[in-house]
C-alpha cells in the first residue's frame, strides 16, 4: 500500500523557534509533494509544493525533497502562534491522485 | 486567483431527504475532486473529474452521486444519507488530472460543506 507517514505528533515549540515536520512515503513513482496547513474547522490550504530534489523556500517556509530516502519535510522559522494549525503531508502519483499523511498538530507557545 | 467556491457552508438533512453539494471554479482547470473527511483524519478521497469525465470513482456508495455540468462546477447530488455520513465535504480543482507535473498537480480546495446527517 502506498503510504505517507508524518512523525507523531503533538508538536509543540515556542514562539520564534523552527518548527520542523517531517514525512517519508512509500511510492517511489511519487512525483509532487505537497504541505497543507489545515486550521480547525477549515479546509485545507496549501503551504507548499515541490517537485525537484533539494530546498524550496517561500519567506518562513522551506520544503525540503530527497527523493533517494523517500523523505520530504517542512520547516516553519519564526514560528508564530497563526502557524498554530495542522499540517498535512502529501503526494501525487502518475494519475494525480493526492495521498495525504495522517497529519501532525503543531502548537506555537507564546 | 486560486478560488474554489462551495455552497452550502452547512447541510442538516434527514436519511430520507435528497439534497446537492455545490462546487464552482473559474480558474481554467480541468480536473475537479470530492473528498470526505471526518474529524480528526485526513481528507479522504471520493471522486475524480477530468475534463468532465468520471476518472476515479473510490467505491463510494451510491448514495452519493457525482455530476459535473461542465468544466467550471461539480455537483454531489446526496439521497438515502447515514449519520455515518456526516462530515466536511470537501471540493478541489485541478489544472490537469493525468499528473506529471508540480503545477499540473497542485490540487486547490474550497471551503468545505459541513454536513450533518440526522
Known amino acids: 500500500q502506498k503510504e505517507v507517514e508524518q512523525n507523531s505528533g503533538p508538536l509543540s515549540v515556542p514562539e520564534g523557534a523552527i518548527a520542523s515536520l517531517n514525512c517519508t512515503y512509500s511510492?517511489?513513482?511519487?512525483?509532487?509533494f505537497f504541505w497543507y496547513r489545515q486550521y480547525s474547522g477549515k479546509s485545507p490550504e496549501l503551504i507548499m509544493s515541490?517537485?525537484?530534489?533539494g530546498d524550496k523556500e517561500d519567506g518562513r517556509f522551506t520544503a525540503q525533497l530527497n527523493k533517494a530516502s523517500q523523505y520530504v519535510s517542512l520547516l516553519i522559522r519564526d514560528s508564530q502562534p497563526s502557524d498554530s494549525a495542522t499540517y498535512l503531508c502529501?503526494?501525487?502519483?502518475?494519475?494525480?491522485?493526492?495521498?495525504f499523511g495522517k497529519g501532525i498538530t503543531l502548537s506555537v507557545r507564546p | 486567483d486560486t478560488e474554489v467556491t462551495q455552497t452550502p457552508k452547512h447541510l442538516v438533512m434527514g436519511m430520507t431527504n435528497k439534497k446537492s453539494l455545490k462546487c464552482e471554479q473559474h480558474?481554467?482547470?480541468?480536473?475537479m475532486y470530492w473528498y470526505k473527511q471526518k474529524a480528526k483524519k485526513p481528507p479522504e478521497l471520493m471522486f475524480v473529474?477530468?475534463?468532465?469525465?468520471?476518472?476515479i470513482n473510490e467505491s463510494v456508495p451510491s448514495r452519493f452521486s457525482p455530476e459535473c455540468p461542465n468544466s467550471s462546477l461539480l455537483n454531489l447530488h446526496l439521497h438515502a444519507l447515514q449519520p455515518e455520513d456526516s462530515a466536511l465535504y470537501l471540493c478541489?480543482?485541478?489544472?490537469?488530472?493525468?499528473?506529471?507535473?508540480?503545477?499540473?498537480?497542485?490540487?486547490?480546495f474550497g471551503p468545505g460543506t459541513r454536513l450533518t446527517v440526522l
Open positions: 480558474m481554467g482547470h480541468r480536473a
Open positions: 502529501s503526494h501525487t502519483g502518475a494519475n494525480s491522485k493526492l495521498t
Open positions: 478541489a480543482s485541478s489544472q490537469d488530472g493525468g499528473g506529471g507535473n508540480e503545477f499540473a498537480d497542485t490540487q486547490y
Open positions: 473529474y477530468s475534463y468532465e469525465k468520471l476518472s
Open positions: 511510492d517511489r513513482g511519487s512525483q509532487s
Open positions: 515541490i517537485y525537484s530534489n
